[in-house]
């Protein structure tokens, strides 16, 4: 059995004993349900516990099915990622300062081995929890809503994907490098508060990783401009293979800060 399948096993059989593979999935099933719903039924809300006065009377804009899909994809660029980011923090950065990893380095791994493994384990349950988040949400949008075109949904969901692998490599990088309690404050450094000034500066900055979730949503409605696009799509995966192969780097150095 090559080193990958051990490490992936033992990957698997840990995040099923803190059942991660649980309550990951259900998190974003949950926001995935919720906002169509939310949305649909929050009038009559409002009407029978808002303690309004008789007679008051609210406007709701009607919203479109993908306007639906893509307030859901607000709730996880917030929530979801710091589920993501606080979650898998100490992947690697835990299991030297526990000795766990000094039991596996002993043995004849390879440290590409162990860090795909647990990106591998990662990639399922995050892009797992959001494509079932994703496909609930588009049920409940179908029922209440209307219909998504199944083409530009697709398209949307690649592009999700490929930002949420940015997100992945970004934490699975700080992790390798630093302590669990500095790969938190950097990853959401990197993966929200950056987000957030973004939202002030994203007018006069067009091409970058944190431009595709907005990418995702113009794709859905059918309006991207293609140029930023696609310099941002390929900005990114870059940036996921710099990542990924700094990790493998920080890996392999900080083998002599693991604990015995």
Same mark, same amino acid.
């Given at each position: 059995?090559?080193?990958? /399948?051990?490490? &992936?096993?033992?990957?698997?059989?840990?995040?099923?004993?803190?059942?991660?593979?649980?309550?990951?999935?259900?998190? &974003?099933?949950?926001?995935?349900?919720?906002?169509?719903?939310?949305?649909?039924?929050?009038?009559?809300?409002?009407?029978?516990?808002?303690?309004?006065?008789?007679?008051? !009377?609210?406007? &709701?804009?009607?919203?479109?099915?993908?306007? !639906?899909?893509? /307030?859901?994809?607000? %709730?996880? %660029?917030?929530?979801?990622?710091?589920?993501?980011?606080?979650?898998?923090?100490?992947? =690697?950065?835990?299991?030297?300062?526990?000795?766990?990893?000094?039991?596996?380095? !002993?043995?004849?791994?390879?440290?590409?081995?162990? $860090?795909?493994?647990?990106?591998?384990?990662?990639?399922?349950?995050?892009?797992?929890? $959001?494509?079932?988040?994703?496909?609930?949400?588009?049920?409940?949008?179908?029922?209440?809503?209307?219909?998504? +075109?199944? !083409?530009?949904?697709?398209?949307?969901?690649?592009?999700?994907?490929?930002?949420?692998?940015?997100?992945? /490599?970004?934490?699975?990088?700080?992790?390798?490098? &630093?302590?669990?309690?500095?790969?938190?404050?950097?990853?959401?450094?990197?993966?929200?508060?950056? %987000?957030?000034?973004?939202?002030?500066?994203?007018?006069?900055?067009?091409?970058?990783?944190?431009?595709?979730?907005?990418?995702?949503? +113009?794709?859905?409605?059918?309006?991207? +401009?293609?140029?930023?696009?696609?310099?941002?799509?390929?900005?990114?995966?870059?940036?996921?293979?710099?990542?990924?192969?700094?990790?493998?780097?920080?890996?392999?150095?900080?083998?002599?800060?693991?604990? =015995?």
């Amino acid at each position: 059995m090559s080193n990958f /399948s051990v490490l &992936f096993q033992k990957e698997w059989r840990e995040n099923v004993r803190n059942f991660k593979v649980l309550w990951i999935p259900l998190v &974003f099933i949950l926001f995935g349900i919720s906002e169509p719903l939310t949305n649909y039924y929050l009038p009559q809300i409002l009407s029978t516990v808002g303690n309004m006065p008789e007679g008051t !009377v609210f406007q &709701f804009p009607e919203l479109t099915p993908e306007q !639906v899909v893509m /307030s859901t994809i607000s %709730q996880y %660029q917030f929530i979801g990622m710091l589920v993501v980011t606080l979650g898998f923090a100490g992947i =690697i950065a835990r299991e030297r300062k526990n000795g766990t990893a000094t039991l596996l380095y !002993v043995r004849p791994i390879t440290y590409s081995s162990y $860090v795909y493994s647990k990106l591998v384990i990662m990639c399922i349950l995050i892009i797992g929890s $959001v494509v079932l988040g994703l496909l609930a949400n588009l049920y409940y949008t179908y029922v209440l809503f209307g219909r998504v +075109d199944a !083409v530009a949904f697709i398209e949307f969901l690649a592009t999700y994907i490929v930002w949420l692998l940015f997100v992945i /490599s970004v934490v699975i990088f700080t992790s390798s490098a &630093f302590s669990t309690g500095i790969a938190s404050a950097v990853s959401l450094t990197l993966v929200i508060v950056v %987000q957030i000034i973004y939202g002030f500066l994203g007018t006069y900055w067009t091409i970058s990783p944190w431009k595709l979730p907005m990418y995702a949503g +113009d794709l859905l409605m059918g309006n991207v +401009d293609k140029t930023p696009f696609v310099w941002s799509l390929l900005i990114t995966l870059l940036a996921i293979a710099i990542f990924i192969t700094g990790s493998v780097y920080f890996t392999k150095k900080n083998v002599s800060k693991a604990k =015995i």
